[in-house]
């Protein structure tokens, strides 16, 4: 599990640090999205303009409840959705991670499946 663990950190981390020309496009700070669908006292601090990520921030780290929720919100918008605190938010400062129906724990090195928890 810990390996598992290890490679899709990784590859998360990857995502994050490539280059945007590399990838031949470019992330966009506070990009467009509706602020209306954010859970309050999450603001957007970067956004691929492709859907591969999103990146959040707030004062305080997102509940259980909170996460589903974000994770509601972004279904099928973004690959990756990472979320960290306000006075942390540089790339690999993410507590959180959500990618497709998982949450990576980062902090606790572990990771749940949002199909096991309530909605």
Do not use: W
């Given at each position: 599990?810990?390996?598992?663990?290890s490679?899709?950190?990784?590859?998360?981390?990857?995502?994050?640090?490539?280059?945007?020309?590399?990838?031949?496009s470019?992330?966009?700070?506070?990009?467009?999205?509706?602020?209306e669908?954010?859970?309050a006292?999450?603001?957007?601090?970067?956004?691929?303009?492709?859907?591969?990520?999103?990146?959040?921030?707030?004062?305080?780290?997102?509940?259980?409840?909170?996460?589903?929720?974000?994770?509601?919100?972004?279904?099928?918008?973004?690959?990756?959705v990472?979320?960290?605190?306000?006075?942390?938010?540089?790339?690999g400062?993410?507590?959180?991670?959500?990618?497709?129906n998982?949450?990576?724990?980062?902090?606790?090195?572990?990771?749940?499946?949002l199909?096991?928890?309530?909605?």
């Open positions: 599990m810990v390996q598992k663990l490679i899709l950190l990784a590859l998360a981390l990857v995502g994050c640090s490539q280059s945007n020309e590399l990838s031949g470019s992330a966009q700070p506070h990009a467009a999205v509706a602020s669908s954010i859970p006292g999450f603001s957007v601090i970067e956004q691929h303009p492709d859907g591969y990520f999103i990146r959040l921030a707030s004062a305080e780290r997102a509940s259980a409840a909170t996460i589903r929720s974000i994770a509601d919100t972004f279904n099928g918008e973004f690959d990756r990472d979320l960290c605190l306000d006075i942390t938010h540089e790339r400062d993410e507590y959180a991670s959500i990618i497709g998982q949450v990576f724990d980062h902090e606790n090195d572990y990771i749940y499946s199909n096991n928890t309530t909605k």
